[in-house]
């Protein structure tokens, strides 16, 4: 069974920054897009940032310029920085890895709130 390891989020005060790592076994990282999603409070689930093996990027636009995400080849990790965070990016984040556009495997998501 693949497993995808999320660093714990945790409580953040607006505007400041906080980065969660993902962890993948090599044969998912070094062929699918890893991915970025979450779940706002009472809202649906949502695509946050991915990346390809090959190292394109797509975010959402409610965190372009906000948040990076990167991986690190040598430690199979997704990580996705998150700076000038709001409010409204408090949701559980999950991280998964995608084939041909669609999420296959899912982390076991992390809670990130942030406080006023």
């Known amino acids: 069974q693949v497993q995808l390891v999320e660093s714990v989020g945790g409580l953040v005060q607006a505007g400041g920054s906080l980065r969660l790592s993902c962890a993948a076994p090599?044969?998912?990282?070094?062929?699918?897009?890893m991915a970025w999603y979450r779940r706002p409070p009472e809202k649906q689930r949502e695509l946050v940032a991915d990346?390809?093996?090959?190292?394109?990027?797509r975010y959402a636009d409610s965190v372009k310029g906000r948040f990076n995400i990167s991986r690190d080849i040598a430690k199979n990790m997704v990580h996705v920085q998150r700076n000038g965070l709001k409010r409204e990016d408090t949701a559980v984040y999950y991280c998964a890895a995608a084939r041909y556009g669609r999420a296959v495997y899912w982390g076991q998501g992390t809670q990130v709130t942030v406080s006023s």
């Open positions: 990346i390809t093996s090959g190292d394109s990027t």
């Open positions: 090599e044969s998912i990282f070094s062929f699918y897009t």
